[in-house]
């Protein structure tokens, strides 16, 4: 089984400030990695994904996060935030094999953008 | 519409009482799921479908909940009985089936119940 912990419930910055959103894992074999995005009064979407490969990964709005399989963690950053990236923020994994299908969700972290 | 579609947007009910929810998911996805959100919770997993058979159910809570999906595209999950417990929002999801991995889901708005 997977778990996942996101260790901010809350995180508020200042408009073009960087920005890092923690999650860390728990799982007793390989994974694959997401983070999704809920805008408010929208649902659920994926910002992105580590499936295999390079273990740093980009979305098309700027944000980032790389695998760290040593430390269980996939962080998600962003050099420079805007006001549109006010969102709640859930990390999710998933066990490499049979239960791939079945997404764990962290409890999400709502950033908050200041201008 | 394009997306995924969920009826209805805001349910309450009495204790004791059955309720339906509807998904309609993404034209063309074989790939169904039913997830639980409680308040202050990030969304639980309930059932997965691939096509209209159920693939993983691990995650429905008890047998109160069923889920169907007899033609392979709309979803109705069904709760009995219903309990307090059962109040969060209800989100359904879809995406297409990849050898490489599980797709990217694409969720509707939810279902909101609320068990008075």
């Known amino acids: 089984a997977q778990s996942v912990t996101q260790l901010d419930s809350q995180v508020p910055v200042f408009e073009e400030a960087p920005v890092e959103l923690r999650c860390n894992y728990s799982s007793s074999v390989s994974v694959y990695l997401f983070w999704y995005v809920q805008y408010p009064n929208q649902g659920l979407q994926l910002l992105l994904k580590?499936?295999?490969?390079?273990?740093l990964v980009k979305s098309i709005n700027g944000f980032e996060a790389e695998f760290n399989k040593s430390q269980t963690s996939f962080h998600l950053r962003k050099p420079s935030v805007h006001i549109s990236d006010t969102a709640e923020y859930f990390c999710a994994v998933s066990g490499v094999g049979g239960g791939a299908q079945k997404l764990v969700f962290g409890q999400g972290t709502r950033l908050t953008i200041n201008p | 519409g394009a997306g995924v579609s969920q009826t209805p947007s805001n349910k309450v009910t009495e204790k004791g009482k059955y309720v339906e929810l509807r998904c309609d998911p993404i034209s063309g996805h074989t790939a169904l799921y039913w997830y639980r959100q409680s308040l202050g919770q990030g969304p639980e997993f309930l059932i997965y479908f691939q096509g209209t058979g159920a693939a993983d159910d691990s995650g429905l809570p008890n047998d109160r909940f069923f889920a169907v999906r007899p033609e392979g595209s709309v979803s109705t999950l069904k709760i009995q009985r219903t309990e307090r417990g059962d109040s969060a929002v209800y989100l359904c999801?879809?995406?297409?089936?990849?050898?490489?991995?599980?797709?990217?889901?694409?969720f509707g708005e939810g279902s909101r119940l609320t068990v008075l």
């Open positions: 999801a879809s995406s297409l089936t990849f050898s490489g991995g599980p797709g990217e889901l694409f």
């Open positions: 580590y499936l295999s490969g390079s273990t």
